[in-house]
């Protein structure tokens, strides 16, 4: 933490607040609920904490019109009940990380998850984070408030910022309001669980699934006492759901035992497996590879037995708890498969890029923060 | 070397302008004009002999885009066809300062791809290799020039398709799809490209050559692949991409509605998706749109509705079935007088030959300026009416067709190009309409892009800082603005006439092309 924190309430108040430290040659820390703070490594040293808590609200919901703005500090649980009540919901499935990265549970906010592009697994049927992030204001490392994007579904005016500000952790600018799409909430959803087939199996009906027009909106394998554990997500009007659900459970049989869950077990199972909670209470270095999809199988054939995981997005996204005295190659598993590794818990880790991406990105985040006024984070630059 | 008498002189321009053009570009860059000789033969050095096209016969070819507005013919075109290629000709531009314009199909509305007279033209046709499908990681790696229609056809007989769907797909490079966040038809449900690329390979100005994104979901650091689909061409050329590939749908099925008004339809798409419904398509037409549609296709429209909505649901049969019973009662509810479900696939396609040959139809009867805007859906009565009024203010007519899932307006503005001062009327009565969608809290364009068209209008939506940002952006890729300039941004800071959309006696350039 910085050792000023200032919680601005507009945009100007936060350009002047940056500007100032520019002038003062002070670093800023950016602060949404603090719920991932601990990800990707301690957080930043600053001399500055800009804390968007009151840059919050809700400041134009039209549910006819699917689209939200709200300040960029206000919290997802308000934003979620709001949209709850007209049956709609974030296409992306925001993960609350609090639990797992030493903060609390029910802070994280919408700026924090867009500048983090967090997506939960519902990301392989609608999108990342990144994907419904509309639009926004926010002030640049100049101090100057600019806004891009819009406040509509369909638009190609200008370069596409939203896209750069999803993942650029607050190393860019700060978010003062975004816009997003929203989406209905699903009116029925199921679970097909397959249980105690061989990791090629289990993977391998991962990928025919994902190959078929079934909509899986969640496919996630883990390991079990007895094999594995893989389950596929179902949503939809109810016909459909029943249909897809028939078929899926049809192609499942000859891989195991299949059971067929209800829309509460649904609720939480995928609530956690977002949070990744299955891991994240347990100590231990977290790591996040990203990798094709296919190639989750050899992922989890090279960790499994060495380390704890869950390989969710049908594969193309393996969860690792890797114990302090592991010995695994991580990054380099990853690497083989032509995915990346990131250690989301732990000690920091070097985000390893092709030095044409790392030369463009400095020029990139030069562009925006040309005096450096906003503190490094280990994955973005 | 041989060596033209005139070589040291320093023409205006290489070639003469096919036709006067309004649209004030950079500053000519006579100096490059007059290396023009020694720039080919560099280009031919690491192009090759084949590859490079001074004659003016051979330049005509790219002389304009899918905006036939405008015209110039280019300095020098080269057509490379390696990565490797691509980047020494980036490099050596860039060390030599000389303006580059990348090109697919050229089938741009909005002018992104017209050349200038001192520069480069980079054509990336030959780059045009489906190179591996991959269907496990359900993705394809293809190069920029493969069209974005073939792209489905390669894998539909796995069960697979490409979704972005313009209405260009048979002519159109994905190459130019990427640059322009192209969209179509389907995007409601779909997205558009920037949902449906995975990566690029880009290569920069310097000639650096950068992997952005790939097969995996994400990939780390920033999302500059997010930035680089829809920057028009300003930032990099990309010489491969890494496209999605979704399962193809069971089943589609459409339904046609006509209402006696305007509100009434549109409160109908509002209900639609307030009941959590996502069509694969939703298209809107006003009146005069239907009638012009009916009398040249015969698609059975209700020619007496003032709106005709057509809704296409797709999924498995189960899903269709059960949707259509809910978007008919919505539509019943909503006034709707005639409600029509498409019996077999004939019937759906007659429904959608009607919507696709909007354009056409209206072209039927004069000439026509295309619009691209998109509002918010709720503003849409409102709009419609503002732009009602501007019809008679202009004396112009005006036929409207939406893409009304998501708020995308086309309106076709009607003149006589050969009536003195109605061109410049139409484009007046365009440059209002994009205002006006600007006002109602919607963008200057939805899916055909800035480029030259809309470059002077940018300021009715970004203020000086916004367009800052984002020339500083600019800059951070290519710090002197070879890239394709004179696109997007208005710097030049003078009342230029925007180039637009003219169809002139149903001839375009791209005259076999639907365009919807």
Redesign the interface.
């Known amino acids: 933490m910085g050792q000023r924190i200032e919680s601005p309430t507009g945009a100007f108040e936060a350009a002047e607040l940056i500007a100032g430290a520019v002038a003062d040659g002070q670093r800023i820390e950016i602060i949404g609920g603090g719920s991932k703070r601990g990800y990707g490594g301690p957080a930043p040293g600053a001399d500055l904490t800009l804390w968007t808590a009151r840059l919050g609200g809700i400041l134009h919901y039209d549910p006819q019109e699917m689209v939200l703005t709200a300040g960029a500090g206000e919290k997802l649980s308000a934003i979620d009940a709001l949209l709850a009540e007209h049956n709609q919901m974030l296409g992306f499935e925001p993960p609350d990380f609090g639990a797992a990265f030493g903060g609390e549970a029910g802070e994280t906010t919408l700026g924090g998850v867009l500048a983090a592009n967090l997506s939960g697994p519902r990301r392989i049927a609608s999108g990342a984070a990144r994907d419904h992030f509309l639009g926004f204001e926010a002030v640049s490392g100049k101090g100057q408030i600019f806004k891009a994007g819009g406040k509509v579904f369909k638009n190609v005016t200008g370069f596409d910022l939203p896209k750069l500000m999803a993942g650029s952790w607050g190393t860019l600018a700060l978010l003062t309001e975004v816009t997003v799409k929203v989406v209905p909430k699903p009116k029925t959803t199921t679970t097909v669980i397959l249980r105690g087939a061989s990791f090629q199996n289990a993977t391998g009906a991962m990928t025919r699934a994902m190959g078929q027009p079934l909509a899986v909106s969640g496919a996630v394998m883990l390991p079990t006492l007895k094999g594995t554990q893989t389950a596929f997500r179902l949503e939809g009007f109810g016909p459909s759901v029943e249909v897809r659900a028939e078929r899926l459970a049809a192609q499942l049989e000859p891989f195991g035992e299949v059971e067929v869950r209800d829309a509460a077990f649904s609720e939480n199972f995928w609530r956690d497996i977002g949070r990744v909670a299955p891991l994240a209470s347990e100590p231990g270095s977290l790591w996040r590879l990203s990798v094709p999809p296919a190639t989750g199988l050899d992922v989890v054939r090279a960790v499994d037995g060495a380390a704890a995981w869950i390989a969710d997005w049908a594969g193309g996204l393996v969860w690792v708890l890797a114990a302090p005295d592991a010995t695994l190659d991580l990054p380099a598993i990853a690497a083989a498969v032509g995915g990346s590794a990131l250690k989301v818990r732990g000690e920091v880790s070097e985000v390893s890029r092709q030095p044409a991406h790392a030369a463009l990105s400095g020029l990139v985040r030069a562009a925006f923060d040309p005096h450096g006024v906003f503190a490094s984070r280990a994955m973005v630059a | 070397m041989f060596k033209h008498p005139n070589a040291d002189i320093a023409p205006l321009t290489a070639f003469p302008l096919a036709r006067p053009m309004a649209l004030t570009m950079p500053e000519l860059d006579r100096v490059a004009i007059s290396r023009r000789a020694e720039i080919a033969a560099a280009l031919r050095v690491i192009a090759g002999a084949n590859a490079v096209i001074e004659h003016e016969d051979g330049l005509r070819t790219f002389e304009t885009d899918g905006l036939t507005a405008y015209a110039q013919m280019p300095m020098l075109a080269v057509l490379p066809q390696t990565t490797a290629e691509v980047a020494a000709i980036l490099k050596w531009c860039g060390e030599n300062r000389v303006k580059i314009m990348p090109r697919g199909a050229g089938t741009s509305l909005s002018g992104g791809a017209l050349p200038l007279a001192d520069g480069v033209l980079l054509g990336l046709g030959r780059f045009n290799r489906i190179l591996e499908i991959?269907?496990?990681?359900?993705c394809a790696v293809v190069q920029p020039g493969v069209t974005n229609l073939s792209i489905t056809q390669a894998v539909q007989d796995e069960?697979?398709f490409y979704a972005p769907d313009p209405s260009s797909q048979i002519a159109c490079s994905i190459g130019g799809n990427v640059a322009?966040?192209s969209?179509g038809v389907h995007?409601?449900k779909y997205?558009?490209t920037?949902?449906n690329v995975l990566g690029v390979t880009l290569v920069?100005i310097d000639g650096?050559?950068?992997?952005?994104g790939?097969?995996?979901?994400?990939?780390?650091?920033?999302?500059?692949?997010?930035?680089v689909?829809?920057?028009e061409g300003l930032l990099g050329v990309v010489t491969e991409v890494i496209v999605r590939l979704t399962?193809?749908?069971?089943c589609t099925r459409a339904a046609l509605m006509g209402f006696p008004t305007v509100e009434g339809a549109a409160q109908c798409v509002?209900?639609i998706?307030?009941?959590?419904?996502?069509p694969a398509g939703l298209e809107m037409m006003d009146g005069f749109a239907i009638r012009a549609a009916e009398d040249f296709v015969h698609a059975g429209y209700p020619t007496e509705a003032a709106a005709l909505l057509i809704v296409e649901l797709d999924?498995?049969?189960?899903?269709c079935?059960?949707?259509l019973a809910e978007v008919q009662t919505i539509a019943r509810n909503n006034g709707a007088d005639t409600v029509r479900v498409a019996k077999d696939e004939a019937e759906r396609a007659r429904f959608w030959a009607g919507r696709k040959a909007a354009f056409p139809a209206v072209g039927r009867i004069g000439d026509y300026y295309c619009m691209d805007g998109?509002?918010?859906?709720?503003e849409l009565p409102g709009v419609l009416a503002r732009i009602g009024e501007m019809s008679k203010t202009y004396g112009l007519g005006v036929a409207n067709v939406f893409?009304a899932g998501?708020?995308?307006l086309h309106p076709l503005v009607l003149y006589n190009a050969n009536a003195p001062g109605q061109l410049e009327a139409a484009e007046a009565f365009g440059a209002d309409i994009l205002r006006l969608c600007v006002e109602v809290?919607?963008?200057?364009?939805?899916?055909?892009?800035?480029g030259v068209e809309?470059r002077d209008l940018?300021p009715a939506?970004?203020?000086a800082?916004?367009?800052?940002?984002?020339e500083?952006?600019?800059?951070?890729?290519d710090p002197n603005f070879l890239l394709n300039p004179g696109k997007?941004f208005p710097n030049l800071h003078r009342c230029a006439e925007a180039g637009r959309v003219h169809v002139h006696g149903g001839k375009t350039r791209f005259s076999h092309l639907p365009r919807f």
């Open positions: 991959d269907y496990a990681n359900r069960g697979f322009e966040n969209g995007c409601l997205g558009l920037t949902h920069t650096e050559i950068v992997t952005l790939g097969k995996a979901y994400d990939s780390p650091g920033y999302d500059l692949l997010g930035v689909i829809g920057s399962p193809a749908p069971e509002a209900d998706m307030a009941a959590g419904i996502v999924g498995p049969e189960a899903e079935e059960h949707l998109t509002i918010p859906r709720r893409h998501d708020g995308n809290g919607g963008v200057l364009t939805g899916e055909h892009g800035v809309k940018m939506m970004f203020n800082v916004d367009l800052a940002v984002q500083d952006l600019k800059a951070a890729f997007v």
